[in-house]
């Protein structure tokens, strides 16, 4: 039951659909983590927005005989820009053998892992694997956020197809209204579902201030259950 989410494209709610997974399956009594590989965009303390919530959403909390901050989010530089750019800025190497040992530290400490990646799926993590390469590495089944806005349905589908390219696992998708203006945002989402054999996980609403426990009351957490 442990998860990698990826978007369509970046700033389209990974993080938010990742905390509200995490909030939905603690609903359900699962003990459950959230974890970023990578975060860039970290403030001159070293932390990371989208790694604090997910920490916030999690139940399963850094501690003494739990999981560390270093396996949640193993990697994480300061500059916002594309994670392998920033890893060559910071002198560093984005090593899957390592985010495979943090993560496998962490699923023995919950019921659902859920892992955020960074970007759209074929972000490059490092000079020769991207961010479908660490979904293969970490052997977990894909759920895709779809944001809906204008130009969501050529994303989705090509997403769709890289996934299958690749030969991974897409569980489910969730259509997260990102543009509170989208003219025929229903027929949208209609016409993914139309074309995507993964089940639908929910269709989030727009909303001006993110609420990842609204968020989690809109998944239907069963479909993604064999």
Same mark, same amino acid.
């Given at each position: 039951m442990n998860y990698f989410?990826?978007?369509?494209?970046?700033?389209?709610?990974?993080?938010?659909?990742?905390?509200a997974l995490l909030h939905g399956f603690a609903l359900r009594g699962k003990r459950v983590i959230g974890m970023k590989?990578?975060? +860039? /965009?970290?403030?001159?303390?070293?932390? &990371?927005?989208?790694? =604090?919530?997910?920490? #916030?959403?999690?139940?399963?909390?850094?501690?003494?005989?739990?999981?560390?901050?270093?396996?949640?989010?193993?990697?994480?530089f300061?500059?916002?820009?594309?994670?392998?750019?920033?890893?060559?800025?910071?002198?560093?190497?984005?090593?899957?053998?390592?985010?495979?040992?943090?993560?496998?530290?962490?699923?023995?400490?919950?019921?659902?892992?859920i892992v955020e990646g960074?970007?759209?799926l074929l972000v490059p993590l490092n000079e020769q694997q991207d961010s479908a390469d660490l979904v293969r590495e970490l052997?977990?089944?894909?759920?895709?956020? +779809? /944001?809906?806005?204008?130009?969501?349905? &050529?994303?989705?589908? =090509?997403?769709?197809? #890289?996934i299958a390219a690749r030969g991974l696992t897409l569980s489910g998708w969730v259509a997260n209204v990102i543009d509170a203006d989208m003219i025929l945002a229903d027929e949208n989402v209609a016409a993914l579902q139309q074309r995507i054999a993964a089940p639908l996980l929910g269709v989030v609403p727009y909303m001006p201030r993110a609420d990842a426990r609204v968020a989690a009351a809109r998944l239907h957490l069963e479909r993604l259950e064999p």
């Open positions: 989410v990826t978007g369509t494209d970046t700033g389209v709610g990974k993080t938010l659909i990742s905390c590989p990578v975060a +860039a /965009g970290c403030n001159a303390d070293g932390q &990371n927005e989208d790694v =604090l919530q997910l920490c #916030a959403a999690s139940n399963v909390q850094p501690g003494v005989g739990a999981a560390s901050s270093d396996q949640i989010n193993p990697y994480s300061m500059p916002a820009i594309a994670p392998h750019l920033a890893a060559q800025l910071a002198g560093a190497n984005i090593d899957f053998a390592h985010i495979a040992e943090s993560y496998l530290a962490l699923a023995v400490r919950a019921d659902v892992v960074a970007g759209g052997g977990l089944p894909v759920i895709l956020v +779809a /944001g809906m806005r204008m130009g969501c349905l &050529n994303h989705a589908l =090509l997403t769709v197809e #890289a």
